[in-house]
């Protein structure tokens, strides 16, 4: 089972990879700004308790944290030591984080993190080569005990090779982009990561088709409802296992 847990709220637009942001699409469409961040009634949603005074969110279950935002963004700076603190405490929980911000993650960071909290992973965001050769050589050396990538929106043809360590990825991940602006992306591209995963024995999960998905030279448009159950037959995906 999961949950998701939006702590707070709004983004602010920093690679090629948010120009069509989902987040943004949905706030217009409700007259909010996107790149205020604010804080959520349910910032405290692991640690709530029902009547009985047991957790809401049971033992066990997978936390999707910040969905809506980034963990990392610089306006919730001052709410984050308190989020890592109800993360702390629902040591029975899982995390699953997902950022474009791994050069800020030492920003208020627990004293006790050490090499990582075993109920977190952290997932770092590439959509294209430049993003790849920013972000994971920062990513690979910080202490975190489960590390993933997710390709996502796939924008380019993206060479993960030299940061595919077995011993240290767990899975890599690729989408395309949903949205009426959606981008394209390639099927080529998803099975070049895909071959990549399988030659440094990396767990491979095609996630996601996106809007427009080019594929044997025809251009797919495909609804938002079918995005993730087309990726699904495509039935390329290699040694996937959940983590944590």
């Known amino acids: 089972m999961s949950v998701s847990w939006n702590l707070w709220h709004g983004c602010r637009k920093i690679s090629p990879g948010c120009k069509y942001c989902y987040v943004y699409r949905q706030d ?92 977190v992973a952290i997932a770092c965001t590439v959509e294209n080569q430049p993003m790849a050769d920013y972000r994971l050589p920062i990513y690979l050396k910080l202490p975190i005990r489960h590390e993933l990538i997710v390709c996502a929106p796939l924008l380019e043809a993206i060479d993960l090779r030299k940061y595919l360590d077995p011993g240290k990825i767990e899975e890599v991940s690729v989408g395309g982009e949903s949205g009426n602006d959606a981008r394209i992306c390639d099927y080529n591209w998803i099975l070049d990561i895909r071959q990549q995963c399988v030659e440094a024995d990396v767990p491979f999960w095609f996630h996601q088709t996106g809007a427009r998905l080019l594929k044997d030279g025809k251009l797919f448009r495909i609804m938002r409802k079918f995005q993730h159950s087309q990726a699904r037959k495509a039935g390329i995906n290699f040694k996937v296992v959940r983590v944590l």
């Open 28 to 119: 217009e469409r409700h007259g909010k700004v996107s790149c205020v961040v604010t804080k959520t009634a349910n910032f405290n949603l692991p640690v709530k308790r029902k009547r009985d005074k047991s957790y809401r969110i049971p033992s066990g279950e997978m936390v999707y944290t910040c969905f809506t935002s980034d963990f990392f963004v610089e306006g919730a700076d001052e709410w984050r030591r308190e989020a890592w603190n109800m993360i702390k405490e629902r040591s029975d929980l899982k995390f699953f984080i997902i950022t474009k911000r791994v050069d800020r993650f030492y920003v208020s960071l627990p004293d006790d993190w050490g090499e990582g909290y075993e109920n």
